[in-house]
């Protein structure tokens, strides 16, 4: 038994002891032989799959023949269970987990969530709001001599200053907040080798200042790796070419005219410097410190993540949670990545701040090695649930002139026209979808990742194999709305392309024999979405039958084009003002009016529509979205 949770990272002080990584009593320590490398503390259960970004990170530094032992989902109101394994020899590992842990713990309208997808069997409540920052605070608590290096999509998107939607203002760059000694944004595995390799060299993790994909923050009497003290000014006097200097935090915090245009400025060109070939190294001043991002890392090549893919994940939850459950597990358990990255440029999305536009593809032979191997999964019934990444068909689709790209600052290689550079061929993720569908040992294989319908709507043939091999009945898109002016906000196609789409797949399914449907996704009260255009929804909705049962109410989310607009007003690229819903009420009329059918939401939907001078649709017609109000005692008509 001992042999099988070896396997994993320990988790329990046991777990290290019969690695005789620890002593049995802490008084039989040897420095010489007892202690763990890294420790790392993370919001999420941990899951030893590779869709998870802390089993990527224990298995590559385990790889690299570090001892990383993980703390996962700790009690943060005392020290306790940060010292379990003592003091990490080399540095503290920080993450919020998957997603930004005030995502995970609220909702649109602020209310806390009662369950979280990460946790075992769904509980809430086991992560602090926050948490990079509290994690860090009770690792430094433990043993302050020792390094912190944060990690993960919280801090990653809260690098800079931004707009807390959650505290409604504008927070300083969690660096600060969290004291780390080193950042690592985006996807870490290319920043964490430099790491590793700095250290075999003797380096220290206060002098690796210039790594790719880092960020850190110095004092005023401290100086960044690039700056110039020979000539006896202060540094910020004469910055260096590829150095560029944001509004500060206070330029940029106050809720007035003048600092949300600065706001959008910053916005601006932090958006805009995150092509690597090009990408400027951003600063920006905070009280006496001054936070230092650098470089987006460059994208992994193939080979590179073929490696990252090959490590030897048991794509199991850790056995110490014995039967529980974990939802977000449920979910890929039986799924396979194929790429990362996404050129689509969404302005409501973190994945170009985070993971890069540019697509990073693993190769179809270590594709297919990763689907064979899941016939020996406990539970695999011959089905994958997912074949894809962020998105189902950028598969090896890249920049036909690789000059050109490194140098591309433009935002979405599909917005507002499809790029004339952009190889948009279908032939790898084709081939690929065919091969996976006909190894041995698989039944079937659904698409779950979101279909870039525009991109679909080039090449039939991928709708046809789509429709006639890998739908289960209903498939997901995402439209995001109707409305013009929405629809440029988000970067988003116009709602012709989903009805192409919806066109081409119908045909698609009849061909196939296959009653199959189209699960349309929406997102209300999205910037430029006011109630009028609410209700055109609605209506689109209603003359096509559609009833969606899940629904987004926009989520300003930190570092996002879209929260830029959700707290400034302003686009940051245009400078135009732009129209935003920010009272709830109105917010939750917007949202029922995409679900107008439901008894409960009839009362909302009546006021939108008599706001908006809609009345015709109150009545009992087929175009009506809602039946009038009578008085229960006379029978009166309101």
């Not at 850190?216 to 100086?223: C, H, I, P, R, W």
């Not at 016939?375 to 649930?385: A, E, Q, R």
């Not at 920049?399 to 140098?407: A, N, Q, R, T, Y």
């Not at 392309?497 to 999205?526: G, T």
């Amino acid at each position: 038994m001992a042999e099988a949770k070896n396997q994993f990272p320990p988790m329990r002080r046991i777990s290290a002891v019969q690695r005789g990584w620890l002593p049995k009593k802490p008084k039989q320590f040897d420095e010489n032989k007892h202690g763990v490398d890294f420790v790392l503390v993370t919001g999420d259960a941990y899951v030893d799959h590779p869709s998870f970004a802390n089993a990527v990170i224990t298995r590559l530094l385990e790889s690299k023949g570090y001892r990383v032992a993980v703390i996962a989902q700790p009690n943060w109101k005392t020290a306790d269970d940060f010292a379990v394994f003592g003091a990490p020899r080399i540095a503290w590992l920080v993450s919020a987990g998957n997603l930004d842990s005030m995502l995970n713990n609220y909702t649109a309208h602020k209310r806390i969530r009662s369950d979280d997808q990460y946790s075992p069997d769904g509980q809430g409540g086991l992560r602090p709001d926050y948490a990079t920052v509290v994690y860090a605070q009770r690792c430094r608590q433990v043993a302050k001599h020792v390094p912190i290096i944060s990690g993960g999509v919280e801090i990653s998107m809260r690098r800079l200053a931004h707009y807390d939607y959650w505290q409604n203002k504008v927070k300083r760059s969690m660096i600060l907040d969290a004291r780390s000694d080193l950042v690592v944004y985006g996807m870490g595995e290319k920043p964490l080798l430099e790491v590793i390799s700095r250290l075999k060299s003797g380096q220290k993790i206060s002098e690796m200042r210039d790594i790719r994909g880092t960020g850190y923050a110095v004092g005023k009497k401290g100086t960044p790796h690039f700056a110039d003290t020979s000539s006896g000014t202060h540094w910020k006097d004469s910055l260096p070419v590829g150095v560029k200097q944001l509004p500060s935090y206070e330029d940029i915090c106050e809720d007035t005219p003048e600092s949300k245009q600065r706001f959008a400025h910053a916005q601006h060109i932090f958006h805009k410097e995150q092509t690597p070939g090009c990408a400027a190294i951003l600063i920006q001043d905070s009280g006496t410190q001054t936070v230092v991002i650098n470089p987006p890392q460059f994208p992994m090549t193939t080979k590179e993540l073929d490696r990252v893919f090959d490590l030897p994940f048991t794509k199991l939850p850790h056995p110490d949670y014995g039967e529980k459950r974990i939802p977000a597990y449920e979910t890929v358990r039986f799924s396979v990545n194929v790429m990362r990255g996404c050129f689509g440029g969404c302005t409501f999305c973190a994945i170009t701040e985070h993971q890069g536009k540019a697509i990073q593809s693993r190769s179809h032979e270590n594709v297919m090695k990763e689907v064979k191997g899941l016939k020996v999964l406990p539970g695999y019934t011959g089905v994958l649930s997912d074949l894809g990444g962020p998105t189902a068909n950028m598969y090896k689709m890249t920049c036909s002139d690789p000059e050109v790209e490194k140098v591309c600052r433009r935002p979405s290689c599909v917005h507002p026209t499809i790029c004339k550079l952009l190889k948009t061929d279908h032939t790898p993720i084709k081939n690929l979808m065919r091969d996976v569908r006909n190894a041995d040992g698989v039944k079937k294989v659904l698409i779950a990742s979101g279909v870039r319908m525009d991109l679909a709507n080039l090449d039939q043939e991928y709708i046809d194999e789509l429709a006639g091999h890998h739908v289960g009945g209903h498939l997901k898109v995402a439209p995001e709305h109707v409305d013009p002016d929405t629809l440029r906000l988000m970067k988003k196609p116009g709602v012709d392309v989903y009805v192409d789409f919806e066109k081409r797949f119908k045909e698609a399914s009849k061909k196939a024999d296959k009653e199959q449907y189209l699960v349309p996704y929406f997102v209300s009260s999205h910037p430029g979405c006011d109630t009028k255009s609410a209700v055109n929804l609605a209506e689109f909705l209603n003359a096509r039958n559609l009833r969606p049962q899940q629904v987004q109410d926009f989520i300003p989310t930190p570092g996002t084009p879209a929260t830029c607009m959700w707290w400034t007003g302003i686009e940051p690229h245009s400078r135009k003002a732009v129209w935003v819903e920010t009272k709830m009420r109105n917010k939750r009329k917007q949202k029922a009016l995409l679900q107008y059918w439901k008894p409960e939401n009839e009362t909302l939907v009546r006021e939108a529509l008599r706001d908006t001078g809609r009345k015709d649709l109150i009545g009992f017609g087929g175009k009506a979205l809602a039946r009038p109000k009578y008085r229960s005692n006379k029978k009166k008509r309101l």
